[in-house]
């Protein structure tokens, strides 16, 4: 069982930054792909990036990619979600996940995704 818990969300001006955090239970982390996705009000889950079990490879969404970047440290079994450039459209909740399977592919899709944070919100004033 792993037990993912997301902080960092809130209310921030548009142009402005926010770093997500992720806090993975566990001894295993370093063999997780980890994944970051949002959900804003009346639409469906989207993949926001994606970042290898080393932290050498990452992937993005086209509508983050240049603003957000993805990081994390194994040996505190944390995932970073660092947004610059916030815009309104970024309003929603982020969530990250792990892929605890022995793929390679840095997954977009959430069914490829087998644990979840609770989410944290992130607000994006224009």
């Known amino acids: 069982q792993v037990q993912l818990v997301e902080s960092g969300g809130g209310l921030v001006q548009a142009g402005g930054s926010l770093r997500l955090s992720c806090a993975a239970s566990?001894?295993?982390?370093?063999?997780?792909?980890m994944g970051w996705f949002r959900q804003a009000p009346g639409k469906e889950r989207e993949f926001v990036g994606g970042i290898s079990r080393s932290g050498g490879s990452t992937r993005y969404a086209d509508s983050v990619k240049g603003r957000f970047t993805i990081s994390r440290d194994n040996a505190k079994n944390t995932v970073y979600l660092q947004m610059n450039s916030l815009k309104p459209e970024d309003t929603a909740i982020y969530y990250c996940a792990a892929d605890i399977s022995a793929r390679d592919y840095l997954q977009a899709s959430t069914a490829r995704y087998d644990y979840w944070g609770q989410g944290t919100q992130v607000t994006v004033s224009s």
């Open positions: 566990g001894r295993t982390f370093s063999t997780y792909i």
